[in-house]
């Protein structure tokens, strides 16, 4: 009798601890994550395409703001930098920020690779067009 409690009671605590293993896992949330983008290694280094100002902002500390598109073997990236007046220094082998995004090439057109709807273009004039889905964020001057 002392045998068949035991064999119960060890069932119902087998039970308990799957069944409240398996309620954790059920109830967790699941939410929408980003692609997982390999990104470059801080000491890689591309080479530039082109540099363009971006005059509607500015960074936290001041700074203007412009974008760099870089490639990098058979990759695009487009990386922010900054700088203070017109003391802008570009290199014709950036090296490959750790923030830079990696883009897809489609003609003049680069889309986001971890950002589908964001989007960029060079128009005609050389400018850098960026849109967010089918609406134009910004026009940036082209620098380079």
């Given amino acids: 009798m002392n045998t068949t409690r035991i064999v119960i009671l060890f069932a119902f605590l087998s ?27 801080a000491a890689a280094t591309g080479t530039l395409i082109g540099a363009w100002h ?30 203070v007046g017109t003391k802008l220094k570009l290199n014709d082998t ?14 003049d057109k680069y889309t986001s690779v971890e950002r589908p709807g964001e989007s960029y273009e060079i128009a005609k004039d050389g400018d850098l067009l960026i849109y967010d889905g089918a609406e134009l964020i910004t026009k940036c001057k082209k620098l380079l």
């Fill in 94 to 107: 950036p090296p490959i920020s750790p923030s830079a995004s990696e883009l897809k090439k489609d003609g």
């Fill in 15 to 41: 039970l308990s601890v799957f069944a409240c293993n398996n309620a954790a896992k059920t109830t967790s949330t699941k939410t929408d994550s980003p692609a997982t983008v390999a990104k470059p290694a």
């Fill in 54 to 83: 971006d005059a509607a902002i500015h960074s936290d500390k001041g700074e203007q703001i412009a974008y760099e598109l870089v490639t990098s073997g058979d990759k695009t990236y487009i990386q922010a930098i900054t700088f």
